[in-house]
């Protein structure tokens, strides 16, 4: 009995410890279910993970093959007899399959690119906030130069030079995206460096690089994943606005972009070929912007309307 | 102010410095324009490109070549296409009018729409109208343009025949690219009118202003409108680099004679010339449309004085 209370102790620790953050996640658990707006964006962009991770077992046909007997065939609900839910491409290739797969570069795309512009955004913006003078200077004059040079414009002329593909597209927009990230982050610097607890830790020693990530980049995470959610979306739009002009993803590749601006010319004739590809592409974003918006309200009180 | 202006364009002046140097080497990266003039006309022999870059004067040191571009661009002089022999700047202007044209019709559908949409979400807050409102921005923000496009295209061209589908004739070839563009912002636009409008109605002024008996709508339009209009306006300003992007596409899809498919061409032609001088002049352009901006703030909100240094 004598070792009972102690051990019961013990158990009590990290039950006193817990309670409070599981309760604060069942609290925003319940406050997401109830939220109709973050609920169907969850569901979307869940769907949209799910359409990128299963594509092989969800798509009912091969995506790349076609079959010319069934060129531009009607979605089967207007009564074609073909067999493609959504239709089929001008080379035959079945559309739902098409958009299923595509789903992975449009969620690739957008996450990839959007993490190397957090990493670039956040490095520049905490360096430029926190030790101000010369340095804020030129990394905000090269964040100046950035937003007036028009995005598209950098964006054709980077793959010009190195080519286009999926790689080069998430380098063009992880690297041109970052201005947004850099100048929040820097912004929140300027009022957390001042703050007590910062000063705190300087005093007592405590080197740059430990005060910038262990006391400044914990407290700028907030604003950082909302505008990485809503990011995500504006990248997909981007991805897809670059694919259409031709200078995005390798047109052998299934992606939402692609299949537009190859349906496209057959607008007149076939409307699904040009239509289902743009729904995707809206759906999701539409997703992450609802998801981006919840987030907004859940972690920034500040922003909330 | 006069202080401000001046100091704003020297500012303006470094940031072009820094896009001449990045579009001077981005466009040399590129490809030979020499070669590229030889494109499907077979393999040319060594002598014949030599001459065609010693003509336009690629034979010089690279820093030599962006010092003449930079003095003549001092002095106005933006060169001669590569492709067609005309001076750049008049290229760029003859497709202007159109690119203008193009943008501020999207921008007029976007105020059309967004103003009364944002106004009565905020006022009406909580109701239908607010709802439909705010599905109606987020599913605006969430369209990619050029889709919006298509399908205004299938169904205003294709199935009813009522409009052009493409080409620049005159003012109907105007309404589908117009509202193409300008759906897609009043999303956006509705949105911060919302909660721009949101933020002032709480304010005590507003409070001071009915308690006062002053009709409502002159408390929305006088009072809580001319103050949600400043980051409504800033935002305006920030969205031109997003409108030109928008521009391009739809330029394309509405096969639109403007600035956009000028650059693309430009581009693909290795006319390097022509891409220097029209990047300058967008970037130009853009960086003119903030200062306007910052400049409209003093009249909208005449506590804002310009040039003063916040402590």
């Known amino acids: ?305 | 102010m006069l202080s401000y202006v001046v100091r704003r364009l020297f500012h303006t002046l470094i940031v072009l410095f820094g896009i001449s140097l990045i579009v001077f080497f981005a466009i040399r990266l590129t490809g030979d324009p020499a070669v590229a003039m030889f494109q499907g006309a077979g393999e040319p022999s060594k002598e014949a490109l030599d001459q065609i870059r010693k003509a336009l004067g690629l034979d010089k040191p690279l820093w030599q070549q962006y010092l003449l571009f930079i003095g003549d661009m001092l002095t106005g002089d933006m060169g001669v296409s590569f492709r067609n022999q005309q001076p750049v700047l008049q290229l760029i202007m003859e497709r202007m009018g159109a690119t203008l044209t193009l943008a501020f019709a999207g921008i007029f559908v976007a105020v059309l729409i967004a103003f009364p949409v944002g106004i009565l979400s905020a006022v009406k807050r909580g109701s239908f109208m607010d709802m439909f409102g705010r599905i109606f921005s987020l599913i605006g923000i969430s369209f990619p343009n050029f889709w919006l496009a298509i399908m205004l295209i299938l169904i205003f061209a294709v199935n009813l025949q009522w409009l052009p589908a493409s080409g620049y004739n005159g003012f109907e070839y105007l309404i589908l690219p117009a509202i193409s563009l300008g759906l897609i912002l009043s999303g956006v636009l509705a949105r911060l009118i919302r909660s721009s409008m949101l933020d002032v109605l709480h304010q005590h002024y507003i409070r001071t202003a009915r308690a006062k008996g002053v009709a409502e709508w002159v408390v929305i339009i006088r009072h809580a409108l001319r103050n949600a209009l400043i980051p409504t306006i800033t935002f305006l300003g920030l969205q031109f680099g997003a409108l030109l992007g928008g521009v391009v596409i739809l330029e394309q899809v509405f096969s639109w004679p403007g600035v956009g498919r000028l650059v693309i061409d430009a581009i693909n032609d290795r006319d390097y010339p022509l891409v220097q001088g029209s990047v300058l002049i967008l970037a130009f352009m853009l960086m003119l449309v903030n200062l306007f901006v910052d400049l409209l703030y003093g009249i909208i909100d005449p506590r804002i004085k310009l040039g003063r240094e916040r402590s």
């Open chain 1, 1 to 305: 009995m004598k070792t009972e209370a102690p051990l019961s102790m013990n158990a009590m620790i990290p039950l006193v410890a817990d309670t409070p953050k599981s309760k604060e996640w069942q609290r925003v658990l319940r406050r997401f279910v109830r939220n109709p707006g973050a609920l169907v964006g969850g569901v979307l962009v869940l769907m949209a993970v799910l359409f990128a991770l299963a594509s092989p077992w969800l798509a009912p046909f091969d995506p790349n093959a076609g079959s010319l007997t069934e060129r531009l065939a009607a979605p089967s609900f207007t009564g074609e007899a073909a067999g493609h839910i959504l239709g089929a491409d001008a080379v035959g290739r079945d559309l739902l399959s098409r958009i299923i797969y595509g789903a992975r570069i449009s969620l690739f795309v957008g996450i990839a690119s959007v993490a190397l512009s957090a990493v670039i955004g956040v490095t520049v913006g905490l360096v430029a906030g926190y030790f101000g003078g010369w340095v804020d200077d030129v990394l905000m004059r090269i964040a100046d130069i950035k937003l007036a040079f028009p995005f598209i414009l950098l964006a054709i002329l980077v793959m010009a030079i190195f080519g286009t593909g999926l790689g080069k597209l998430i380098l063009v927009l992880g690297v041109t995206g970052w201005v947004g990230f850099g100048r929040i982050v820097r912004g929140q610097v300027l009022t957390i460096k001042e703050l007590e607890y910062v000063q705190a830790a300087r005093s007592i020693g405590a080197t740059h690089f430990r005060i910038l990530g262990k006391h400044i980049l914990p407290n700028v995470m907030s604003p950082i994943i909302v505008l990485s959610t809503l990011s995500i979306a504006t990248n997909i739009l981007l991805e897809a606005g670059l694919t259409f002009l031709g200078l995005g993803v390798d047109p052998s590749i299934p992606s939402w972009g692609g299949m537009l601006a190859d349906g496209r010319i057959y607008i007149s004739t076939a409307w699904w070929v040009a239509t289902f590809p743009g729904v995707a592409i809206m759906l999701t974003v539409l997703g992450f912007n609802l998801l981006g918006d919840w987030l907004r309200d859940e972690l920034d009180p500040n922003l909330r309307v």
